[in-house]
């Protein structure tokens, strides 16, 4: 294990944002002294983001970006902007055309977003600290898909073939470690995770993985979200210290509205990919569990995970979505259910009699959610207003405590290749690892990782709390789904993250506009399980409607 002391001199820096990347320069990219900023958040009215460090203690930044440095050197000023008009803010769809027609390779496409992260992520003053890891293979992948798109110009492929994507580092990867943001697996090698498989078979190029809460959150109560001991702490690009990352896939959210790939895969127990979207002003989809496999992937609860897309527009979440799916064998929730969801979102252009349900709370609330919901009756929409039963979720928090404590363990046996370095087995065990040094493993303390320990909840109890929470947390939604003939129910960002989980209901969340301080916010659409289809429509149409996504000042 490397420690690093915080002044350690990197590779690489940028003085000056706007500079070309020097090739074989050694200054300045300096693990700096991070107490005055951390001094100035003490008194951040969120408790969450009175930090206790921002950058990371453990992770050697000359790991990550020494692989590229010389390629990164070659990238001019000119050769960005040359290639800028083409990708940045591009969909699929566009970016696939402009390559087609010859305006780009595969290559350059790797090549810009490349630039963007040594020009961003090297540089003290935009660093978002959420690239851990970088895909060495990837440049070789990509001009491997431009040899075969010259050679075979009129072959069906899918449209993700090419693509530039990141990983949350929580999803198994060959050739990069998968960490979880924990110490603890540092060192974990594992082979690619089944939804890895996937996006592989159909030609993405896996361009890296990003940082995390750690633990996927499940580890520190009332702590920061984005917070990892490896990654150190996320940052939001539209108010850096400012606003919450979101979580637990805070990388994959900031990621992604920084324009560091196409798209990126987050994971999601309850508000996990929700909220780092809704937060970062970007498009994501919470699944229904069971559509895409979990094999592969650090556990919190077998019961509820699911992995999903993120990205900057409707369409590419269909398209990203289409090419992870895949029946799973060694999951036991995995679905043969597929639908064309690239369909359904190029056949959506209009609100016209969908019919939505509303929170009355929320309107009398929250003025972007009132205006919204008069935006979509404007276009075409009826939204039925509606006051929903009182509902608590008992035993939910022993769902997470006691799969946590029988899946992580099944994780490491069946998944880590290198067990002899990886020294933990058990919850137990790395409360005991994280112990020995608590400063640099666990600033924050581990007091949920202490609650799955004492949680006593047998598996009878358990199976009842879970059938009993499914039936009440869809009884919440279908009561007014059902009555008044909805399409879907309208939230706010991850607010009934928790209902949706329960039942297991998907998801979407979609920009809805920015508050007065510039902070983002979403319309999240709920649904029954298996609409994804219907909820890539309805955002899609909404989205058109709006167009209300902008880009973070600064990242542009």
């Known amino acids: 294990m490397k420690y690093i002391l915080p002044l350690v001199v990197l590779l690489l820096v940028f003085s000056c944002k706007d500079m070309n990347i020097s090739k074989n320069t050694k200054p300045l990219w300096v693990g700096y002294n991070d107490s005055l900023e951390v001094a100035a958040n003490k008194t951040h009215e969120n408790p969450r983001m009175q930090y206790k460090l921002i950058q990371s203690k453990v992770l050697d930044k000359n790991d990550v970006f020494l692989p590229f440095q010389d390629v990164a050197a070659e990238i001019s000023v000119s050769d960005y902007e040359k290639w800028k008009p083409y990708i940045l803010e591009q969909n699929i769809p566009t970016i696939q055309a402009n390559i087609k027609a010859g305006k780009i390779s595969y290559e350059a496409l790797v090549l810009f977003y490349l630039y963007r ?34 050679s075979s110009p009129d072959k069906a492929r899918h449209p993700i073939f090419g693509m530039p994507i990141l990983l949350k580092d929580n999803i198994d990867t060959r050739g990069m470690n998968t960490t979880a943001g924990a110490i603890a697996l540092m060192e974990n090698e594992t082979d690619d995770a089944f939804i890895v498989g996937r996006l592989q078979e159909r ?47 805070a990388g994959s959210g900031t990621s992604v509205a920084a324009n560091y790939a196409v798209a990126a895969v987050g994971t999601e127990t309850s508000g996990s990919i929700l909220s780092p979207s809704s937060q970062n002003s970007i498009v994501g989809l919470k699944p229904t569990v069971g559509l895409l496999s979990r094999s592969g992937i650090v556990p919190i609860s077998s019961t509820l995970d699911t992995p999903g897309p993120m990205t900057r527009n409707v369409v590419d979440n269909a398209i990203l ?26 056949s959506a252009s209009s609100l016209e009699g969908k019919r939505f349900g509303a929170f009355s709370d929320l309107i009398a609330t929250d003025t972007i959610y009132a205006a919204t919901v008069e935006q979509l009756k404007a276009s075409g929409a009826t939204v039925v207003v509606f006051t929903p039963k009182e509902l608590g979720l008992p035993g939910f928090l022993s769902i997470l405590n006691i799969d946590m404590k029988n899946d992580l363990p099944s994780y490491i046996q069946q998944n880590v290749k290198n067990k002899n370095e990886v020294n933990v087995t058990s919850i137990e065990d790395v409360i005991r690892f994280n112990q020995q ?38 009884a919440y939604f279908d009561e007014i789904l059902e009555q008044d003939h909805l399409d879907a129910v309208l939230s706010i960002n991850n607010y009934h993250a928790g209902y949706a989980a329960a ?13 007065s301080t510039g902070e983002p916010i979403s319309l999240t ?24 996504r902008k880009m973070p000042k600064g990242y542009n």
């Open 203 to 249: 030609g993405a190029l896996i361009l890296g993985k990003v940082n995390l809460s750690e633990w996927a959150y499940f580890l520190c109560s009332g702590c920061p979200v984005g917070y990892s001991a490896v990654g150190g702490q996320t940052l939001n690009p539209y108010g850096r210290k400012i606003f919450e990352t979101g979580g637990s896939s």
């Open 321 to 346: 979505l289409s090419a992870m799916t895949g029946k799973d064998l060694s999951d036991i929730k995995s679905v043969d259910t597929f639908k064309n969801y690239t369909e359904a979102v190029t």
């Open 525 to 548: 659409f709920i649904a029954k399980q298996f609409e994804e289809d219907k909820l890539l429509e309805l955002g899609a149409a909404f989205e058109k409607v709006t167009n209300i």
């Open 503 to 515: 039942a297991k209901y998907p998801a979407l969340t979609v920009p809805m506009g920015y508050k």
């Open 117 to 150: 992260i040594y020009k961003y992520e090297l540089n003290n003053e935009t660093t978002l600290n959420t690239i851990l890891a970088l895909n060495k293979e990837v440049l070789r992948q990509a001009r491997a898909c431009d040899k075969e798109l010259v």
């Open 437 to 474: 040094d608590s400063l640099v493993r666990i600033p924050y303390g581990q007091a949920l990782f202490e609650g799955i320990v004492a949680d006593t909840t047998s598996s009878a109890e358990l199976t009842l709390i879970i059938a009993d929470l499914e039936q009440k947390s869809r």
